[in-house]
């Protein structure tokens, strides 16, 4: 069974600097994995989706990447904003399990003035 | 892209009792999901809705307690019956696009409380 992790579990950091958001899956046979953003109180926004055949994608400020042989997933977003300010999670889509996605549990990010 | 409307947003409720929540997808969709989203935990896959069909259950989920219908493409219901103070969650219905690229979209999500 596919099994999502991410780390770190919360990150609090100043307005303007970068922040890295990492993803690992333990079934490397996905079709896609995508990126979302969860508010509070609020439904999930997509952020990014990257096909199991491309290594990266970029949206903006976001950039995902994607290496499949490691397990791992890792969101950039550039010069932080106190907007960014959310839980993100990242999603696994597998093989024998189309259109069904495996959660992690999330990094709620808070960005400080 | 798709566009899920999902009623109602919240509620409270009586233990005992139960609640239907409504989906609505603003075009035809592949497929539609049900998640469950426990206070402080990430999404769990309750049920995939099939169309004019039973609901395919994931392990741990049940018919008699979440029975679901999908009338259409773009509808669907999830009933949680029965409720507990276990139930409390946000639950979320998603949207499945198959085509060239897999995307999945979701509605704002239901905040159930249970007393």
């Known amino acids: 069974k596919q099994e999502v992790t991410q780390i770190p579990a919360a990150l609090s950091v100043p307005e303007g600097e970068n922040l890295v958001l990492n993803c690992s899956f333990t079934?490397?046979?996905?079709?896609?994995l995508q990126w979302f953003r969860q508010d509070p109180g609020k439904g999930l926004t997509s952020l990014l989706l990257?096909?199991?055949?491309?290594r990266e994608q970029t949206s903006g400020r976001l950039n995902a990447s994607l290496d499949k042989s490691s397990g791992r997933s890792t969101l950039y977003i550039a010069a932080s904003q106190p907007g960014d300010s959310a839980t993100y999670l990242c999603?696994?889509?597998?093989?024998?399990?189309?259109?069904?996605?495996?959660f992690g549990a999330g990094t709620q990010v808070v960005v400080t003035p | 892209s798709a566009v899920i409307s999902q009623k109602p947003s919240r509620d409270i409720c009586q233990r005992g009792t139960s609640l239907t929540i409504q989906c609505q997808v603003d075009?035809?969709?592949?497929?539609m999901f049900w998640y469950r989203q426990q206070p402080g935990q990430s999404l769990t896959l309750i049920a995939t809705?099939?169309?004019?069909?039973?609901?395919?259950?994931e392990s741990g989920f049940v018919i008699d307690k979440f029975p679901i219908s999908r009338p259409n493409l773009t509808f669907s219901t999830l009933t949680v019956s029965n409720m507990s103070p276990e139930d409390s969650s946000i639950y979320l219905c998603?949207?499945?696009?198959?085509?060239?690229?897999?995307?999945?979209?979701f509605g704002a999500g239901t905040r159930l409380s249970v007393l």
């Open positions: 809705a099939n169309q004019g069909s039973e609901a395919t259950y």
């Open positions: 999603a696994v889509e597998t093989t024998d399990s189309w259109g069904k996605f495996q």
């Open positions: 075009s035809q969709v592949t497929m």
């Open positions: 079934d490397s046979a996905i079709y896609n």
């Open positions: 998603s949207a499945f696009l198959a085509g060239v690229v897999n995307i999945q979209y």
């Open positions: 990257i096909q199991s055949s491309q």
